[in-house]
């Protein structure tokens, strides 16, 4: 059968074909593509490398930057909250002081009113002593006539302190 | 849009592909004596083999010449071109021979009537196709390297990018592994095999020209091919590959006194290359044998039942056919790459070292 019989023709130009072609792409070809595939592979390989650092890098600082806002956060929830222990203490003491002063002017108040007080009993007792004197004056000025007349001018004295008090 | 006119280019090539083989078929089957019998045998070897001229679909008086070149008896050589042999014309003494022990080549024809076959180096049919296939592939892989050359590192477009997926995938993911720090060495012939075969693949299902001829399918193609990978196997073997057959470290009894291991050493490293040779050869002659059967149908069934029955059986032929034709696309792809695949584990089986196991 003529398709199972090699033609020496066929394979005498077969192998010549074939060797222009394999020496024409082996030397001009195929090494600059194989080449050029290789490097734009570790091209591509280096970039995704970068670029996963260049994540973690960022992922880091966010992290760094989340822990710094939350350090911030506490800072600021401890400030507020020293604030307002000593805003609290502040006020206490305040009424603390208010209620000490409040004493003392009450104290103060008490003194100068029993002050008034004695100075007050001091004038009468002084001024009823000069009463007295001067009812005995006119008490002894009139130790005339009948004792009835000097009794009621006694009691007429009297009833005048009384107006008077 | 543009999907749409890539689907219709697509159907008309499959459609002038179907239509070409039936049309080679409907003449081969025709233009016989006139005798409505059907002789698909003939048909198909006819078709499968090789011939002198390039037979243009839908004119069968007409044939692309080639040149013949042939050496005649007396050592003096012959060149002209085929359509001087067309319908049995003789010239320069030549001729087509029509049955006998030549059947279908250039013959000389001797003072005493009987027939010499001359050294034939004659472009014929094939070797036309292998060169378009050749020069197919210098322009293919050129105009990827001449890409790559002007535009760098940038990502692939257009047909570098579609070719860098077939290097990738065969450079990258088959011959690299295998290789190891060799890849580079030898990649370039299996890289040239590949595209080769691929593409002598392809051209031979596409009917019409420069498509049509029939190269992979062809013993003579398929064994050139096995045969530079056997000298390149064995020609840059290591000591130790020739150690491993003349001396494989089995008990002595099986290499002295009778050198069993040795005779089927020596076996194991013409199997291989034969393996490939046939392997080739017989998927891609199986895949158009059956393309051109189906077809056939058409014509058998014709002879037999009549033409009624016959043509009632075209649109089954058609379908089968196309069926065909694309799983022999598919196979095409897996060829080229298996026999690429194995001349490179071949290779490489060829350069262990003793460390290695």
Same mark, same amino acid.
């Given at each position: ?8 023709g ?6 010549i074909?074939f060797?222009?072609l394999?020496?024409?792409?082996a ?7 194989i ?7 570790d091209?591509?390989?280096? $970039?995704v ?10 992922d ?10 939350a ?10 909250r ?6 609290n203490?502040?006020i206490?003491?305040a009424? $603390?002081d ?12 008490q003194?100068?009113?029993?002050q008034?007080?004695?100075?007050a ?7 009823? $002593? ?10 002894i000025?009139h ?12 009691n007429?004295?009297l009833n ?6 | ?9 697509a159907?008309?090539i499959?459609?002038l ?16 004596d ?9 048909i198909?070897?006819?078709?499968l083999g090789?011939?002198?001229g390039?037979?243009?679909?839908f004119?069968?008086?007409k044939?692309?010449?080639?040149p ?15 359509n001087?042999?067309?319908h ?6 030549f ?5 006998g022990?030549?059947?279908n ?8 009537g009987?027939?010499?076959r001359?050294l034939?180096?004659?472009?014929t049919?094939?070797v /036309?196709?292998i ?8 322009? !293919?892989?050129?105009?990827?390297r ?9 990502a ?15 450079y990258?993911?088959?011959i ?23 593409? !002598?693949?392809l ?8 498509g049509? /001829? ?6 003579a ?6 045969l530079i ?14 150690k ?8 002595t ?12 050493? +020596?076996?194991g490293?013409?199997t291989?290359?034969? /393996? ?7 998927? +891609? ?5 059956v ?9 058998i069934?014709?002879?037999?039942f ?6 009632? !059986?075209?649109p ?7 069926? +065909?034709?694309?799983l ?7 060829q ?19 460390h290695?196991e």
């Amino acid at each position: 059968m003529e398709l199972f019989k090699p033609e020496f023709g066929l394979a005498f130009w077969m192998f010549i074909a074939f060797l222009c072609l394999f020496l024409i792409l082996a030397k001009w070809a195929w090494p600059f593509i194989i080449k050029s595939m290789e490097e734009r592979a570790d091209l591509i390989d280096k $970039g995704v490398a970068y670029a996963q650092e260049a994540k973690a890098h960022m992922d880091n600082a966010k992290a760094e930057a989340d822990k710094l806002i939350a350090e911030a956060r506490n800072e600021q929830a401890e400030i507020l909250r020293e604030a307002t222990k000593m805003r609290n203490e502040l006020i206490e003491k305040a009424w $603390g002081d208010a209620a000490v002063e409040a004493k003392k002017v009450t104290e103060a108040a008490q003194v100068s009113l029993e002050q008034a007080r004695k100075e007050a009993e001091k004038q009468l007792r002084t001024e009823v $002593g000069d009463l007295a004197l001067q009812i005995a004056e006119k008490v002894i000025r009139h130790n005339i006539a009948n004792d009835d007349a000097q009794r009621a001018l006694v009691n007429q004295y009297l009833n005048e302190v009384e107006a008077k008090n | 849009m543009k999907k749409a006119i890539t689907a219709i280019i697509a159907v008309v090539i499959i459609a002038l592909m179907a239509l070409g083989y039936a049309d080679t078929a409907a003449h081969r089957a025709h233009s016989g004596d006139g005798n409505a019998e059907v002789n698909p045998q003939e048909i198909i070897f006819e078709h499968l083999g090789d011939a002198y001229g390039w037979e243009v679909p839908f004119n069968h008086s007409k044939r692309i010449p080639l040149p013949v070149i042939v050496r005649g008896q007396d050592g003096s050589w012959h060149a002209f071109m085929s359509n001087r042999l067309e319908h049995g014309a003789q010239y320069d003494g030549f001729q087509i021979a029509q049955g006998g022990d030549y059947n279908n080549k250039v013959v000389q024809v001797l003072p005493d009537g009987s027939q010499y076959r001359p050294l034939d180096l004659s472009i014929t049919k094939n070797v /036309a196709g292998i060169f378009i296939a050749a020069l197919l592939v210098l322009l !293919m892989v050129f105009k990827v390297r001449n890409w790559y050359k002007k535009n760098g590192m940038k990502a692939p477009r257009g047909f570098a990018a579609a070719l860098e997926v077939v290097v990738d995938f065969v450079y990258t993911d088959t011959i690299r592994p295998i290789m190891g720090k060799e890849a580079p060495k030898y990649a370039p012939y299996l890289l040239t095999v590949f595209f080769f075969i691929l593409t !002598m693949n392809l051209l031979g299902l596409i009917v019409i020209f420069p498509g049509g /001829a029939n190269l992979t399918g062809n013993l003579a193609v398929t064994m050139v091919l096995a045969l530079i990978t056997f000298l390149v196997t064995n020609l840059t073997g290591t000591k130790h590959y020739w150690k491993e057959i003349f001396w494989p470290e089995v008990p002595t009894a099986l290499k002295l006194p009778v050198p069993l291991m040795q005779i089927i050493e +020596m076996f194991g490293i013409f199997t291989k290359p034969i /393996a490939l040779m046939i392997r080739l050869f017989a998927n +891609m002659m199986g895949g158009h044998m059956v393309v051109i059967v189906f077809m056939l149908l058409i014509f058998i069934f014709g002879s037999m039942f009549g033409t009624a029955i016959g043509g009632a !059986m075209t649109p089954l032929s058609v379908a089968l056919s196309l069926f +065909m034709l694309l799983l022999d696309t598919l196979v095409s792809f897996i060829q080229a790459y298996v026999f690429t695949i194995l001349s490179t584990m071949f290779i490489s089986m060829a350069h262990v070292h003793e460390h290695h196991e």
